[in-house]
Structures are given as C-alpha cells and as structure tokens.
T-cell receptor
Framework: DQQVKQNSPSLSVQEGRISILNCDYT??????FLWYKKYPAEGPTFLIS?????DKNEDGRFTVFLNKSAKHLSLHIVPSQPGDSAVYFC????????FGAGTRLTVKP | NAGVTQTPKFRVLKTGQSMTLLCAQD?????MYWYRQDPGMGLRLIHY???????AKGEVPDGYNVSRLKKQNFLLGLESAAPSQTSVYFC???????????FGPGTRLTVT
C-alpha cells in the first residue's frame, strides 16, 4: 500500500515564479516528514524537513507546510530557478521511511 | 569525505545468476538502508540495519539478503536474479537521532 502519495508526476513553472509540490499521506503515525531532490544519475539529496508537531519550516527559498488534519504536505519554492529542475520526493518517517513516487519539476528560463 | 559510495554502478545479469552490491559510508553512521527505485513507485525499502551485525526487513525484502559485518559496509545480495529485480538500487545511511538520510549514487541493475 502506498502510504505516501505524490499525485502530480510533473510540474512546469516559469523562472521566478512559485513552485508548489504536493504530497498526501495516510498513516497518522508518521512523526517526521522530509523532502529530497534528485538529479539524473545521482542519489537523492536532503532538502528540507518538518516535525509533525510543527506546521511550517522555512529555509531560504524553500518552505514546507504541514496540514495534519488533511494529512497533506507541500513544498514551496520561491523564486524558482532553472537549477531547481529535478525530481522531488517527499518522505515520511514512522519506524522506517516511506517515499512518494516523485514529482518532476521543470523550471523554464 | 566520500560520503556513501556504491559498487558497481551498472550491472547486467542473466536470470538465475547471483551478485552482491556493496555500499560503504565513511560518516560513522549507525543506520544503513537499501532501496530500489522503479518508475512510478518511488523508493521502496528492501532491508535496513540499525548497527553492525543487525539487519531487518523493509517493505520489499523477498529475493534479497543483506549483511552488515562492519559498521561502514552494508551488502545487498541477490541469490537468484529475476527480471522483476531490474531496477536502480540506492544505499543510504543516517546518524542516530537524525532523520536525514545520505544516499549513494545508485546501481543500475538489469536482469535479462
């Protein structure tokens, strides 16, 4: 069963605009959430995270929002840059880590 | 610091052959993981280890075995490869008390 879902396989955004990537989960026992970024032929790299006791975490151009009642997580990138073009995975931790299927973000110059 | 390294980077196997994938980390991390990535499926956990000499099953463990004889190494074995095991395999590690995992560059395995 997929406990973490990213329903948008791809997203295209103009440079300078906001990118919003979404993630839904089903397991209310998840206690920590993370976003990873992946370039082709490389392993995923950690981007930003949020504890289940918080609703927002910000790091530079990246902000993660958590809505526990809706079991929904989102990543905002402002402003988007061409170098942000990559596949983004959300992940959720309980006893182990569960990953979504990923969203491919393309930022057009 | 090399971080997490994986060997080999690519491999082609025939059905029924065996092989071992090696993961090494130089960050003194306690936890190590093996994932597979398939199109539309994200990363799925195969096996993991919480320390030297210990291993546990993940989400999709069937057809794989692992060993962690040294803290810095985590081996993933396929005893009798099947085409369904064609995938990209990622190793990761993390420190106790932290959630962020550090990933290797991946191994692309094709089973014909």
């Amino acid at each position: 069963d997929q406990q973490v879902k990213q329903n948008s396989p791809s997203l295209s955004v103009q440079e300078g605009r906001i990118s919003i990537l979404n993630c839904d989960y089903t397991n209310s026992m998840f206690d920590y959430f993370l976003w990873y970024k992946k370039y082709p032929a490389e392993g995923p790299t950690f981007l930003i995270s949020i504890s289940s006791i918080k609703d927002k975490n910000e790091d530079g151009r990246f902000t993660v929002f958590l809505n526990k009642s809706a079991k929904h997580l989102s990543l905002h990138i402002v402003p988007s840059q061409p170098g942000d073009s990559a596949v983004y995975f959300c992940a959720a931790h309980n006893n182990d880590m569960r990953f979504g299927a990923g969203t491919r973000l393309t930022v057009k110059p | 610091n090399a971080g997490v390294t994986q060997t080999p980077k690519f491999r082609v196997l025939k059905t029924g052959q065996s092989m071992t994938l090696l993961c090494a980390q130089d960050m003194n991390h306690e936890y190590m993981y093996w994932y597979r990535q398939d199109p539309g499926m994200g990363l799925r956990l195969i096996h993991y280890s919480v320390g030297e000499g210990t291993t546990a099953k993940g989400e999709v463990p069937d057809g794989y075995n692992v060993s962690r004889l040294k803290k810095q190494n985590f081996l993933l074995g396929l005893e009798s490869a099947a085409p369904s095991q064609t995938s990209v395999y990622f190793c990761a590690s993390r420190k106790t008390g932290m959630y962020e995992q550090y990933f290797g560059p991946g191994t692309r395995l094709t089973v014909t």
